[in-house]
Nanobody
Framework: QVQLVESGGGLMQAGGSLRLSCAAS????????MGWFRQAPGKEREFVAA???????YYVDSVKGRFTISGDSAKNTVSLQMNSLKPEDTAVYYC???????????????????WGQGTQVTVSS
């Protein structure tokens, strides 16, 4: 069992920044690669970024250069720094855990083993 608790998010104007954090707990956390997904109203949940505990990182093209994912293995936390926010970044953001120690380049919702509760990010124009 892995528990994921997100924090951060909120309302921000376009061009601004927000930081999301995810605290992971459970005896088998190291067996999972961590990621972030988002779901906008009326749309499917989509992959944003992922990080392995060994430091591998992968982003969806639409956030490259704007978002940075990082991990703190001592605290079992994963963060997503979001800069240059756009209105189209508005969504509920979910922390995710996938049982793999490498970092795949294909991320689908059905591949995820555990989800956080989600945190709302709203970007106004």
């Amino acid at each position: 069992q892995v528990q994921l608790v997100e924090s951060g998010g909120g309302l921000m104007q376009a061009g601004g920044s927000l930081r999301l954090s995810c605290a992971a707990s459970g005896r088998t956390v190291r067996s999972y690669t961590m990621g972030w997904f988002r779901q906008a109203p009326g749309k499917e949940r989509e992959f944003v970024a992922a990080i392995s505990w060994s430091g591998g990182i992968y982003y969806v093209d639409s956030v490259k250069g704007r978002f940075t994912i990082s991990g703190d293995s001592a605290k079992n936390t994963v963060s997503l720094q979001m800069n240059s926010l756009k209105p189209e970044d508005t969504a509920v953001y979910y922390c995710a855990a996938r049982r793999t120690i490498t970092i795949p380049t294909n991320w689908r919702s059905k591949d995820i083993d555990y989800w956080g509760q989600g945190t709302q990010v709203t970007v106004s124009s």
